[in-house]
């Protein structure tokens, strides 16, 4: 089956714009967490989206949001870009909540660079 | 806080050289234990995961990992590493109590032939 694809795969943005992220889970998978990995930091968690709910969130401004869609796709949303917000943006999606007793399975990520 | 802590930030080994990551966590209660590669340019998949019987576990490409409770950790090992194990190795927790996936951050390995 198809894995999960985030779109777009790279975007280059202006600071105090804002930036939507998509992606599309493995068919049948319900959760959808999304990371911010940067050098250094590994991956930083989000927020995770489970049956169209913000199940658990990170500890990210509220600049970043994001949402599920009733067919698991979930969107994520940061407005006001900084420099600092360049980094992969990787989504990842489970048929569990928050990956208890099973595998996440992840995207190629969307490459975010803000000038 | 809780926390996922790779010591080794970046480790550079010969081919046939043994390998040893360390993976500490301070999450309390069950736990779930994975640990996930990054081969470069590619996604991040899932090496091998602990749940619950025997804290040796055997994941792909001849890695394994032992989890010991007493000591909060997860060290991933493989006895001979080869070139193509070039990459970035993150150790993951999922928590009970928190209901979260969090990773450490991150050990790039680099094999030299």
């Known amino acids: 089956k198809a894995g ?3 779109t777009p795969r790279y975007l280059i943005k202006t600071r105090g714009q804002q930036v939507t992220l998509s992606c599309s889970p493995i068919s049948g998978h319900r959760s959808v967490s999304w990371y911010q990995q940067t050098p250094g930091q590994g991956l930083q968690f989000l927020f995770e989206y489970f049956s169209e ?3 658990n969130k990170g500890n990210f401004p ?4 994001g ?3 009733s067919n698991s796709r979930s969107e994520m949303n940061v407005s006001t870009l900084e420099l600092g917000d360049s980094a992969l943006y990787l989504c990842a999606s489970s048929s569990r909540q928050g990956s208890l007793n099973t595998e ?4 190629q990520g969307t490459r975010l660079t803000v000038v | 806080a809780q926390s996922v802590s790779q010591h080794n930030h970046h480790v550079i080994l010969s081919e046939a050289a043994s390998l040893e990551l360390g993976c500490n966590y301070s999450y309390g209660g069950t736990v779930n234990l994975f640990w996930y590669v990054q ?5 991040l998949q899932l090496l091998l995961k602990y749940f619950s019987g025997d804290p040796l576990v055997k994941g792909i490409k001849g890695f394994e990992a032992e989890f010991i409770k007493s000591k909060f950790s997860f060290n991933l090992r493989k006895p001979s590493v080869q070139w193509s194990d070039t990459a970035e190795y993150f150790c993951a ?15 790039r ?3 030299f032939p």
């Open chain 2, 93 to 107: 927790v999922a928590s009970y109590n928190t209901d979260k996936l969090i990773f450490g951050t991150g050990t």
């Open chain 2, 109 to 111: 390995l680099q094999v």
């Open chain 1, 104 to 107: 996440a399975f992840f995207g």
């Open chain 1, 67 to 69: 949402r599920q869609f």
């Open chain 1, 53 to 55: 709910t913000q199940r």
């Open chain 1, 4 to 6: 999960v694809t985030q």
């Open chain 2, 39 to 43: 081969y470069p340019g590619q996604h």
């Open chain 1, 62 to 65: 509220g600049r970043f949001s």
